[in-house]
Each structure stands twice: as C-alpha cells, then as structure tokens.
C-alpha cells in the first residue's frame, strides 16, 4: 500500500475509533494535532510521513482510557499498520512516538528520541493550552467524574507515572499538575512560540475562575 493510501485509511480509520469520544481526546482533537504537528515539522525539516501517522494514531487506545495500560497505545498502531502492510521501519518509528507521547508526571522525563517525535509531542501538548485546552480540561475531569474545583485539595507535583495514573482531584489542580508545566517542556521552537501566549491565556482564565470562585469579581 502507497504511502497516500497508508494515510486515508489511517485518518478513516481513527475518526472512526474516536466519534463517540466526549472526553476532548475526539477525531478533532486529532485533527488538530495532525495539522499543527505538520505545521511544526515544516519548520523542523521532520518527515511530514512519519509525523502524520503517529498523530494519527497517538490517542488511539490511550492508556487513560486502557486501563492505565501504556502499551496500548502503540500496540494497537502496530497491529493497524502491519494490517495495512507498512513497512517495517514505518511501525518501528511510529509506534515508538506513540509510545512515549504523553505527559506522564511532572517528575517524570518524557523526551523524544527523533526530531518527528518531538514534533507531534509538542503539537499534542499545545492542543493541552490555551482556551481549547482549557475545553478539553473541563470535558475530560467531567468524564473523569472531578469538582471543577477542589479548595480542601492541594495540586500535587506527581513524582511517578503511577502517583500521575491515580491522580484524584478536581480539575483546576490539573492545571498546576500538568498544564502550566508544558510551556517548559516543548521541544521545538515553534511550540515555545505557540505555547507561551496559551500558557498566558490560561494564566489569566484560572485568575478569574478563583476570583469568580471567592466572590471577588
């Protein structure tokens, strides 16, 4: 199968998966990434081939809703592209970005190993910011079953994948406990760009929750 052909069914495929997702992990959020991350690799010289189908395919048995297994992930873009036929340093790459996309605790090293890996992170890390980031925090602690907030409940800076997994907590934490960490940790240059003015954005948006919240404005 072409390369054209790999990535029609792949993008079919997903949008497929993920049309009942309300979680703000949904075919737009993917949509969304696939386009910024190629933007982001444009600019990085990344193989926009490689780039695509691992944001494709980066949420597509994600372990939140695997039963915190992180395998899942990039077992299921294996077991779909051998399906299609790929080649082998194809399913090798990208299950590899798949694998180690995702935000896993703040004391917890998430680093790419190539420039295309780097390229989808930071994409999927962006569409975590800004006034779309702050959507999907609110549908995802709903789903989740979170308070928006919780003011007996201090955030928690997650030292391990597994204190992360089982984080309880309402999802105005998630903004100190995730959110406003990925500003520091985009790869490229045109994710600190992007990153910068959503991290400010939300900066000011949780200000005005909290005040809302006390009865101050």
């Not at 993008?11 to 190629?38: E, I, M």
């Not at 372990?63 to 915190?68: E, I, L, N, P, V």
């Not at 896993?104 to 190993?113: E, I, N, R, S």
């Amino acid at each position: 199968m072409d390369r054209t052909s790999v990535l029609d069914s792949t993008r079919n495929h997903v949008r497929a998966a993920l049309k009942r997702d309300f979680s703000g992990h949904d075919w737009w959020h993917t949509h969304r990434v696939v386009r910024t991350a190629l933007a982001i690799a444009g600019e990085e010289g990344a193989d926009p081939y490689i780039v695509e189908l691992a944001a494709l395919l980066h949420d597509l048995a994600d372990w939140k809703f695997s039963g915190g297994d992180e395998t899942a992930g990039p077992r299921a873009a294996r077991e779909w592209l051998e399906g299609l036929g790929a080649d082998p340093e194809t399913v090798v790459r990208v299950c590899e970005i798949v694998g180690g996309v995702s935000f896993k605790g703040a004391g917890v090293p998430t680093p790419m190993a190539t420039r295309e890996g780097e390229c989808v992170q930071d994409a999927d890390r962006l569409d975590a910011l800004g006034a779309i980031g702050i959507a999907r925090a609110f549908a995802y602690g709903a789903i989740k079953g979170s308070p928006l907030h919780d003011p007996d409940s201090e955030p928690r800076l997650h030292g391990s994948f597994q204190e992360y997994r089982s984080a309880a907590g309402g999802t105005t934490a998630h903004f100190h406990e995730k959110l406003f960490l990925l500003k520091d940790r985009m790869n490229t240059a045109a994710g600190r760009r992007i990153a910068e003015e959503r991290h400010s954005y939300m900066e000011g948006y949780l200000a005005r929750f909290l005040a809302e919240w006390d009865g101050e404005a």
